[in-house]
């Protein structure tokens, strides 16, 4: 391959997710795992004998919170499935309206060559008029 080729290919590849989409992606990953693993330490924290230090735990937890971990882990992961949605709801509304920009683009385009293509030899006469 010669550096033309190299540079086409550079230029025609994109990145499919942007910069800001992909650390929203990340920072809601992370708050799923963060949401996950509270609701683990519930269930193990519930099924536990009583004397086990995770059990304590999860009553401390609830006397000062209000909720156990599990309740506070299906919160978390609510709240982590919600932000991925509506990232996801927006990225796909700004790329629909980019495709369809697209779509618009080369049917004009098409009916623009089709025009030309019939009327070659037509000479487009415009008149101006001073005032």
């Known amino acids: 391959m010669n ?13 499919p997710l942007s910069i800001p989409e992909l650390v929203c992606y990340v920072v ?3 708050v799923g ?12 924290g519930e099924n536990l004998p009583y004397s086990d230090s995770l059990y304590q ?3 401390n937890f609830k006397s000062t919170f209000g909720l156990d971990f599990f309740g506070w882990g299906l919160i978390i992961l609510a709240i982590a499935t919600l ?5 996801l709801c927006a990225v796909a509304k700004t790329k629909d309206r980019a495709y369809e920009k ?3 683009r080369a049917a004009r385009l098409a009916q623009l060559k089709e025009a ?6 037509s000479v487009v006469d415009a008149e101006f008029e001073k005032k």
């Open 83 to 87: 932000f991925a949605v509506i990232i």
């Open 57 to 59: 735990a999860n009553i």
């Open 3 to 15: 550096k033309n080729e190299l540079d086409n290919k550079k230029q025609n590849k994109k990145l």
């Open 116 to 121: 030309r293509k019939n009327n070659d030899d």
């Open 33 to 44: 795992i963060w949401g996950i693993t509270y609701i683990i330490i519930g269930l193990i």
């Open 102 to 104: 697209e779509q618009r």
């Open 28 to 30: 809601s990953l992370l």
